[in-house]
């Protein structure tokens, strides 16, 4: 799977969008960008994927290059309760064998009141 | 919908004793992978099980173990605990495996295992 890389830490005001970037730029054809956040002392949870289109939720919208090298997830109107890290993960597309999710050291996110 | 419950959420042990975790995939689900969290290593691959049968196996020694039964639901063990195995243990479902295809991956809240 691709390597990912994310700026260590984030701030954010409460109500502001939060634009959190990453670069993939050995990403290849098949490989999805997930997303996923960890609030302390909680499993991950899913946000969003995509492959090459902007995909939005009701969590957030991911915004995919169009070579596919980077992406950022944004998060519209952030709250408190946002201050999590926030890890992009690439993800090989393949029925072939993995090793699992690689997760990295992802963006600490803080959002200021 | 119930999501990934892992049971039990705390847990302290001895050093040398084992340990068995339990994780009910979400209903559908038939894939479950195993993840170790410490604040020093991150999230970490552990093993992934789909149909009961292991699939894929991270980098951890054989003292951590694990199975599927017919229902999806998973187990996994740590036999004679050392203090470093203190940590976070995540369980993680999907429909299919992870190398299966863009399908999404849930977690559980963990087993916080302490080790003393």
């Known amino acids: 799977d691709a390597k990912t890389t994310q700026p260590t830490s984030m701030d954010c005001a409460e109500g502001r969008a939060a634009n959190l970037p990453c670069n993939h730029s050995?990403?290849?054809?098949?490989?999805?960008v997930y997303w996923y956040r960890q609030i302390h002392s909680q499993g991950p949870q899913y946000i969003i994927h995509?492959?090459?289109n902007n995909e939005t939720n009701e969590m957030a919208s991911l915004i995919i290059t169009e070579d596919r090298k980077s992406s950022t997830l944004i998060l519209p109107h952030a709250t408190l309760r946002d201050t999590a890290v926030y890890y992009c993960?690439?993800?090989?597309?393949?029925?072939?064998?993995?090793?699992?999710?690689?997760f990295g050291k992802g963006t600490h996110l803080i959002i200021q009141p | 919908k119930a999501g990934v419950t892992q049971t039990p959420r705390y847990l302290i042990k001895t050093r040398g004793q084992q340990v068995t975790l339990s994780c009910s995939p979400i209903?559908?689900?038939?894939?479950v992978s195993w993840y170790q969290q410490t604040p020093g290593q991150g999230l970490q691959f552990l093993f992934e099980?789909?149909?009961?049968?292991?699939?894929n196996k991270g980098n951890f020694p054989g003292r951590f173990s694990g199975r599927q039964f017919s229902n999806s639901r998973s187990e996994m063990n740590v036999s004679t605990l050392e203090l470093g195995d203190s940590a976070l243990y995540l369980c993680?479902?999907?429909?299919?495996?992870?190398?299966?295809?863009?399908?999404?991956?849930?977690f559980g809240e963990g087993s916080w295992l302490t080790v003393v």
């Open positions: 099980y789909f149909s009961e049968t292991q699939r």
């Open positions: 050995t990403i290849s054809g098949n490989e999805y």
């Open positions: 209903s559908g689900h038939r894939s």
């Open positions: 993960i690439v993800r090989l597309y393949s029925g072939g064998g993995a090793d699992g999710l690689t």
């Open positions: 993680a479902s999907s429909l299919v495996p992870p190398s299966g295809g863009g399908n999404t991956i849930y």
């Open positions: 995509g492959l090459k």
